[in-house]
Each structure stands twice: as C-alpha cells, then as structure tokens.
C-alpha cells in the first residue's frame, strides 16, 4: 500500500500545500509530511475526509485495485509453480498465456510464460516455442528493471542460442553477466551472520555440485571410449565431498544418469561385468530417488557440509511426469547392448 505517495500526489493535484492541507484536516503539516513519506499512516477516521476532499473513494487512497491485482497475479505464480511441480506443461502454457491477456505488464508472468516457452522449445518438433521465447526474453531485456528476471532471460537466451549454433549472439549476451565471484548466491555469507550465514554457505557447496555435473558431462568425451567412466565416476567422488554420509536427496538421479552413461561407455567395448555393475548401480539410484519423489519426503541432511539444508521432493519439477525406470528399460533396448542379451543378469535387470 502507498497511501503516501498517493495523499501527495491528489495534494499537488488539487495544488495544496502540507500546511493548508494540514490546516484543512486539523492536524500539523508535520503529521502531513511523516504520510507523505510513509513514515506514519492517517488515523483511521480522516480517510473518508481525505476522499471527499480529493473526490476519490477511499479504495483509491489505499489503492485497493492495486492490491487485488497483485493478490491475483500471486495467486497465478502459486498455480503455476504447483503445475510446475507436477510436471503439466500444456496446462501451465494455458494458464500463463490467459493470465498474459489480463495482465500484460506483469513481469512475473511473463518471466514464469518464458520458461514454458523455453521448456516446450526442447521438444524438437515444437522448435517455433523457441522463437517466442526469443521474443519474450528480448522484451524482457529492453524493458524489465528486475535484475532477477532480466539474468533468467539472458540464461534462457544463451541456451537457445547456443543449441542453435549460433555462439556470437551466445557470446555477447554472456559478456553482460557478472563473474561468479559477483553473484548475490557467493556474497550472501558475507553480509549475513549465525545460521542465516552457514545455510547461505552450504548453499554455495550444493551449488558446486550442479556445476561440477553439467561441466563433467560436457568434457568427460575427451577420454577414449572404454576409459571415460574414469572421469564420470569424478562426479561420485566429489558428490561424497560434500554429501559423505550419502544423504544424496535429488543426486540420487544426477548419479543414476552418471552410472548409465559409464555404462554405454563400458558397452562400447563390450566390457560385460562393468557394464552389468554400472547398469546396475544407475537402476538403483533411481529407484532411491523414486521412492522419495513418490513419497514426497522431505530429506534433512546429515552430512557436514549441508546440514542445515533440506532436499524437499514435492518442489522438484520437470517438463513431465518423471518415469526414469521406463527411460532406463528404453536404453537397454539399444543395439548397443545386444552382447548382453542372453546373459541372466542382464535379463533380470530388464525385466
């Protein structure tokens, strides 16, 4: 609510000044002035004296309208983060662009409408997804102010761009963001103290470990076939630096996708225990995973350097509903893996 701001400008409308405003209202200009700057509100009773004096209604003093829209448009964001969760893409699409046409100006939905657009363009057959979300997130840097929403349409625009091919525009966006050391996410230990600074560093270390999974995943090709998994298997070790005690939570899943791909290396070389022991070891972890996605546990962590952090399941989202299990059965399916068809172990992995 800005009733300040509001009394202030109906005051210089009607071209009073605090003293004959105050005069009018039997208070001090002094009292007058603490309004117009939000330190103090009006008593109660003067407000309908201030809307017959103005000709407004006393909603428009406490901009009423104001705070109806932004309630709808929080009650909105609350829906399509539930829909988020449950992976309903179609029906989020749906509420966003019907929430857009009553509220154009609303950056929150359009920054919620872009990562639909972004999550519907990976869909290979729905590329023009893309090119709306190229726009949005141009509109969005040309005009938009909220730095967090601007650096999430940067994002999205380097990860087009750069699964487009074309790395220049990639590149020039990139050269607009700060340096990591920069971040709000490195800084906020150092202007917080107690636990509200140890949970901000722990965040940090969860963060490491998104960051050492997808920059593995993207050079761990260097190796020669039938010794790549010696780099994935990285990702294990430095999983257990900061999770020891093996409270993986969500990890559960970035493990399972490691074990596959050491898996496919191994197959390559048709090297039939490391591949049944990889395929194995990535089965488990998804089930592990599964079953705390199912059962919407909330994990407490235990090891040192996360133990004041939380690994909620009922918050993690996906473009869809998640059947790891069944993506699994599918790769095993690949000719890739066919020297193993006989073989009981394998069998019984697949079934």
Known sequence: MQLGKRIKELRIENN??????????????QAVSRWENDLTYPDITLLPILANMFDVT??????????KKEAEID?????????LNQGKIDENLILLEN?????PNSWDIKHALLHIYFTKGLDPDLKEYND???????EILEKCVDDAIRYGAMQTLILIYTSRKELDKAKQIVEKLPMMVITSEWLWPDVLTGEDRIRATQEIFKSFVDMFYIRLITTFGRKEV???????????????????????G???LRLADIYKKCAFDQARIQNKEKTLEYLSFSLKHIRLWTKMYENKEVLSHTSFLV??????????????????????KQDLEKDIFDFLRNDPLFINLFK
């Open 58 to 67: 006393v909603d428009f003093l406490l901009d009423v309208d104001v705070m």
């Open 132 to 138: 709306k979300a190229i726009k949005l997130a141009n």
């Open 250 to 252: 969500f990890y559960h």
């Open 307 to 328: 133990d004041r952090l939380v690994d909620d399941s009922t918050k993690w989202s996906f473009s869809g509903e998640p059947d790891y299990e069944l993506d699994l």
């Open 75 to 83: 009650a909105i964001i609350e829906e399509y983060i539930v829909l």
């Open 99 to 103: 929430a857009i046409k009553k509220y």
């Open 16 to 29: 009073l000044t605090q003293e004959s405003l105050a005069e009018q209202l039997g208070v001090s200009f």
């Open 226 to 248: 039938g010794k790549r998994d010696e780099a994935l298997l990285k990702f294990k070790q430095f999983l257990d630096i900061v999770y020891e005690n093996e409270d993986y």
